[in-house]
């Protein structure tokens, strides 16, 4: 089936950047629509970007122009490239295959902005 690892994540100033890795194992990773959810204490988990198995991109209104979502099929990575953070972009941030049979998650990796 496959499963996912995020790295990256940590402390960052406002204004700051954070590159997200999410690695990929299985044999499927090319066949994957792949998207970065977050999740603030005591907020739902929402979807921040996704970019699809041919790279076609869509993005939640809060971050576009500010983050980036790109895959490598021969790495099986997915990247979140993430600048000019700001204090309510603090979050848990998932990755997720988006079209496999069952819901694959990664365990996260915590993202804190602040001065």
């Known amino acids: 089936q496959g499963q996912l690892v995020e790295s990256g994540g940590g402390l960052v100033q406002p204004g700051g950047s954070l590159r997200l890795t999410c690695a990929a194992s299985?044999?499927?990773?090319?066949?994957?629509?792949m998207a970065w959810y977050r999740q603030a204490p005591g907020k739902e988990r929402e979807l921040v970007a996704g970019?699809?198995?041919?790279?076609?991109?869509n993005y939640a209104e809060s971050v576009k122009g500010r983050f980036t979502i790109s895959r490598i099929n021969a790495q099986k990575s997915v990247y979140l490239q993430m600048n000019s953070l700001k204090p309510e972009d603090t979050a848990v941030y998932y990755c997720?295959?988006?079209?496999?049979?069952?819901?694959?998650w990664g365990q996260g990796t915590q993202v804190t902005v602040s001065s």
């Open positions: 970019i699809s198995k041919g790279g076609s991109t």
């Open positions: 997720k295959v988006e079209n496999s049979v069952t819901p694959i």
């Open positions: 299985g044999s499927f990773f090319s066949f994957w629509n």
